[in-house]
């Protein structure tokens, strides 16, 4: 597991031992970030449910302003610490309960979903951040999930706009408009 590009271009992240924490493949993460590649230079990120901080950090990496990473796990929290300062980069790290800490969270751009995959959290995450309307408009929503599984469409001003295959693992995107 490494970054991609920017800042911490090829600096290998620490991954996690056992299979309580799923990290993004590769290939999926680089296919997530050609995706929205525009969407992330100067822009405030969520990496909820962030595992190893992967996602987030690939921001941070390609110019993001910000980053807030949270996951419930403090094994997961010390994981994502230890990979911030492999890469240089800083952030505030948020150990709790994710769907409470979106509804104090404050505004983001950019919002990288990616709980563990046998559970309604991802619908849960959704359904809070359209109700506590936590995208700045034009934001992102990007989901990771098993590819069987149906992903909901969001009341407007939230929008699907795209679902890919890769293998096993669906990504779907949303997006806020004006």
Known sequence: M???TGTAR???L???EGMAIRPTTDMVKESMFNIVQFDIEGRRVLDLFA???Q????ALSRGAAEAVFCDESPRAVKLVRANLERCGLKARVEQGDSLAFLRRAG???LVFLDPPYDTDLLEKALEVIQNVDILNIGGIIVCESRLEKPMPELEPPYCKTLSRRYGKVCLTIYKKDA
């Open 2 to 4: 490494r970054v991609i």
């Open 10 to 12: 090829g600096r290998r």
């Open 14 to 16: 620490l991954e996690p």
């Open 51 to 53: 595992g190893t901080g």
């Open 55 to 58: 996602l987030g950090i690939e």
């Open 107 to 109: 505004k983001f751009d």
